[in-house]
Nanobody
Framework: QVQLVESGGGLVQPGGSLRLSCAAS????????MGWYRQAPGKQRELVAT??????TYADSVKGRFTISRDNAKNTVYLQMNSLKPEDTAVYYC????????????????WGQGTQVTVSS
């Protein structure tokens, strides 16, 4: 099994910055992709950014402000968020997909517990 633990959320003023981290642990063989999603009150969960061997993708609403990066040695993904806006307020969730070592290589898809980001003056 694979567990994801997020950190780095909090309260920030508009225009400020935050850096989220998400560390994956368990009997991981490989991680194909990692990503960040968010869910605001009363809204559906939406994609923020993903990173795979093929590259990075971003939601239009965060392009130019957010940067996703990954440390493969630590099985950790980061989301650097700059120029934050009140509409960025949401619970941010980390996601990872890959393979873990059971009796044989087994695919997994895991979610973190979420971290709250609040942008307000």
């Amino acid at each position: 099994q694979v567990q994801l633990v997020e950190s780095g959320g909090g309260l920030v003023q508009p225009g400020g910055s935050l850096r989220l981290s998400c560390a994956a642990s368990g009997s991981i063989l490989s991680i194909n992709g990692m990503g960040w999603y968010r869910q605001a009150p009363g809204k559906q969960r939406e994609l923020v950014a993903t990173i795979t061997i093929s590259g990075r993708t971003y939601a239009d609403s965060v392009k130019g402000r957010f940067t996703i990066s990954r440390d493969n040695a630590k099985n950790t993904v980061y989301l650097q968020m700059n120029s934050l806006k009140p509409e960025d307020t949401a619970v941010y969730y980390c996601n990872a997909e890959g393979y873990y070592s059971g009796l044989y290589p087994t695919p997994f898809g895991s979610w973190g517990q979420g971290t709250q980001v609040t942008v307000s003056s």
